[in-house]
């Protein structure tokens, strides 16, 4: 991201097909390129030193970067709307990407508008250039790059897969001498220690700012509602593998009589996971109860696999894995979520969905009452930001980057 990005939001729109299928969407292309036209003559005309008084200057350059922050928010929506125009009408690849390029184009401007605005523009105020436009950019630029690089450090990883292990008690098999194991709750069966690893579903790598706001917690809380045992489990280390390429998802699958029932779910039949002394086919695999040890209660968190299945099925839509097609009705309306709302925020959910160009399948899901989601408020609703940040890289979810590539933070 450089800051010449930071013009590209007085030109992206959507596209002239799209206006001409929907009246509604020409109006709103037509209402953005105005103010988009009035903004840039603004920002490209406006001297820093135009006025003597400091409190002046600033007042004025935060009612710019407000209004920049709500036209980024109005081009976002013409955007959304225009992919979801064009996915009835016949969407091409072509009009795909170009749709995609426009929102990552806004991403810029948005992350930092959201996250840092006083101090934007408490820096464009003090920048070196004379005019607002080059000022501001500077600004920006500085800001993009001084975003943290969010990775999880060994230490706690470490905690993480210890934690995760104390849920899974290793145990003597009756009558033998041999080693103790681990039974792997998705292949039902015994393995030594150092076969296992710890699985997460919500992405250790995430950052504890970012889940604590897609979770609704205060800031604070991030670090222990990323990093608790209920985002992962112990599994076999080809059983981690199929969960982090999209092979195979875990999803709560309840009864009236059996509130704490998961299931596997195939995605990719036809993958072969093997061990040293067996080897399972992933289609055979698909709607196997997960096993557990007797006395072991816990078990995985909803939210978190809610939010794994959700940016799975978003990223083999997007990168068009086979049989994606099928994918809503394997993860959420063949199996059971639970009636209880979901402590995620739905905001966040929302333009993730939007952002993959999922959001159809998402809103439907929604409107059929499959999940529900708590209404989460509070200070950090005043700030959307941290949600936004891995928009702000690489326009995917804070969670596993790509569908078939290992993370950089592997958590066993």
Sequence with gaps: MTSDMTHDIFSVGASHRACMLSGELSKLRQYNATEARRLKAIFEGHEMNDFENEDDQRRIIRRHCERRLKLCTSIRHELELARKILDEHGITGQEVKENNTALESINPDELVLRVQLPRLVEMTLSASHQVLSEAYAQTLSNL???????????????????????????????????????LCPVLGMEFYSKAMRAVDFVSCGMGASNCAYLFGRAAEDGWQTLFNADNGLLVHKEAKRAVETAVIQIVPDFTADDQRRFKVVSLLDNVVLKTDSSAFRSGDLHG????????????????????????????????????????YQKLFYDTKWPDTPLRLRKSSLHMIASNYGDLARFEELVNRGVVRFQNIRGSTDRNETRALSDRGNTTSLPVRQHVGRRRANRAG
């Design 144 to 182: 993009l790059k001084e975003l943290p690089k969010i990775n999880a450090s060994e230490n706690d990883l470490q905690y993480f897969r210890q934690a995760l292990r104390k849920r899974s008690p290793l145990a003597f098999a009756e009558g033998s001498e041999a080693d103790p194991t681990h």
């Design 288 to 327: 196997r109860e997960l096993k557990f040890r007797k006395e072991v209660k816990e078990r995985p968190g909803i939210e978190y696999l809610f939010f794994s299945a959700l940016g799975t099925a978003c990223r083999r839509k997007r990168y068009n894995r086979p049989g994606w097609e099928h994918d």
